[in-house]
């Protein structure tokens, strides 16, 4: 099997933050984002590393920033073409660093919905909306909306984002940024929805990071990937089911056999479900661009 990253430990470069997946560093105007193996599940990082997750992530997202053709804050991938203090840590960096611009990030996750599933299927059971959004009744589970909807979240730094109303963004943000963002986020989801379903594959909802550098508007983040969106293999999609995604259900399923708590520290996985969910990792990013990830 594959060597994994779980850290991104570069003494010489000023770390910023590590997230669930990311390590951050400052170099100055811009930003190098590391995407390591680590996987979550249940907001609890588990101690084994996925291989070669974090090159998915990464090359999915520099695929996705290039067709989209939306302002975004991606430099390059190429580490080669970083500045002399990163190249020398191509090593470890190769095939999962973003240089980025550095932005202001938005206080909001904004989150674009086309199918009923997840958190918004139980939601719709309970209110007949989702996240306050009134549909039709006697929609099925897994069923494709009228429309998209737009579906905003606080950012959460530990556990879960909480869901709120397009009203509170506007107290966030103010009026116009908050239409701008609700609009661009139901853009790029239907461009990338239509792109999938060329490829074999449902997008059935993803969540958007913004940021600003002046006045001006950027994606950041990571940007349609497994960990950030809901992809269905379009053979396998079925209404009134919980279609199979390419992401870490493997991993979510293995611990809720074992009765995992949810609360860290998280057990190590076998090596049948690290295995198991690298494929789909890789599966997800040869269906979607076509070709292989690159080793």
Same mark, same amino acid.
């Given at each position: 099997?594959?060597?994994?990253?779980?850290?991104?430990?570069?003494?010489?470069?000023?770390?910023?933050?590590?997230?669930?997946? @990311?390590?951050?560093?400052?170099?100055?105007?811009?930003?190098?984002?590391?995407?390591?193996? @680590?996987?979550?599940? !249940?907001?609890?990082?588990?101690?084994?590393?996925?291989?070669?997750?974090?090159?998915?992530?990464?090359?999915?997202?520099?695929?996705? !920033?290039?067709?989209?053709?939306?302002?975004?804050?991606?430099?390059?991938?190429?580490?080669?073409?970083?500045?002399?203090?990163?190249?020398?840590? /191509?090593?470890?960096?190769?095939?999962?660093?973003?240089?980025?611009?550095?932005?202001?990030?938005?206080?909001?996750?904004?989150?674009?919905?086309?199918?009923?599933?997840?958190?918004?299927?139980?939601?719709?059971?309970?209110?007949?909306?989702?996240?306050?959004?009134?549909?039709?009744?006697?929609?099925?589970?897994?069923?494709?909306?009228?429309?998209?909807?737009?579906?905003?979240?606080?950012?959460?730094?530990?556990?879960?984002?909480?869901?709120?109303?397009?009203?509170?963004?506007? /107290?966030?943000?103010?009026?116009?940024?908050?239409?701008?963002?609700?609009?661009?986020?139901?853009?790029?989801?239907?461009?990338?929805?239509?792109?999938?379903?060329?490829?074999?594959?449902?997008?059935?909802?993803?969540?958007?990071?913004?940021?600003?550098?002046?006045?001006?508007?950027?994606?950041?983040?990571?940007?349609?990937?497994?960990?950030?969106? @809901?992809?269905?293999?379009?053979? /396998?999609?079925?209404?009134?089911?919980?279609?199979?995604?390419?992401?870490?259900?493997?991993?979510?399923?293995?611990?809720?056999?074992?009765?995992?708590?949810?609360?860290?520290?998280?057990?190590?996985?076998?090596?049948?479900?690290?295995?198991?969910?690298?494929?789909?990792?890789?599966?997800?990013?040869?269906?979607?661009?076509?070709?292989?990830?690159?080793?």
């Amino acid at each position: 099997m594959d060597p994994v990253l779980l850290a991104a430990e570069i003494p010489d470069l000023k770390h910023v933050s590590s997230g669930k997946v @990311r390590d951050i560093f400052d170099l100055g105007d811009t930003l190098l984002i590391v995407a390591s193996d @680590r996987i979550s599940a !249940f907001d609890v990082v588990l101690p084994n590393g996925i291989p070669r997750k974090g090159q998915v992530l990464t090359a999915l997202s520099e695929f996705w !920033f290039g067709f989209l053709g939306t302002p975004h804050h991606l430099i390059t991938c190429e580490v080669s073409q970083m500045p002399p203090e990163v190249r020398r840590h /191509e090593r470890i960096l190769r095939g999962r660093t973003m240089l980025v611009r550095k932005a202001k990030p938005f206080p909001v996750e904004c989150v674009a919905r086309g199918y009923l599933a997840g958190s918004g299927w139980k939601d719709y059971q309970k209110t007949g909306g989702v996240c306050g959004i009134r549909l039709p009744a006697g929609l099925r589970q897994a069923e494709k909306l009228p429309d998209p909807i737009y579906t905003p979240a606080t950012k959460a730094q530990v556990g879960h984002d909480e869901n709120i109303s397009f009203e509170e963004t506007v /107290e966030l943000l103010e009026q116009k940024t908050a239409e701008e963002l609700r609009r661009r986020t139901l853009e790029i989801y239907r461009k990338a929805a239509e792109y999938a379903e060329t490829r074999g594959i449902v997008l059935a909802d993803t969540k958007f990071e913004f940021g600003a550098v002046g006045g001006e508007i950027l994606l950041i983040d990571e940007v349609l990937t497994p960990d950030s969106s @809901r992809f269905w293999p379009r053979s /396998e999609y079925r209404l009134d089911t919980s279609p199979p995604s390419f992401d870490k259900q493997f991993v979510r399923d293995y611990l809720e056999s074992i009765r995992f708590d949810k609360k860290p520290p998280a057990p190590a996985l076998p090596e049948e479900v690290i295995r198991k969910t690298s494929e789909k990792y890789l599966d997800a990013y040869r269906r979607l661009t076509g070709r292989a990830l690159p080793n």
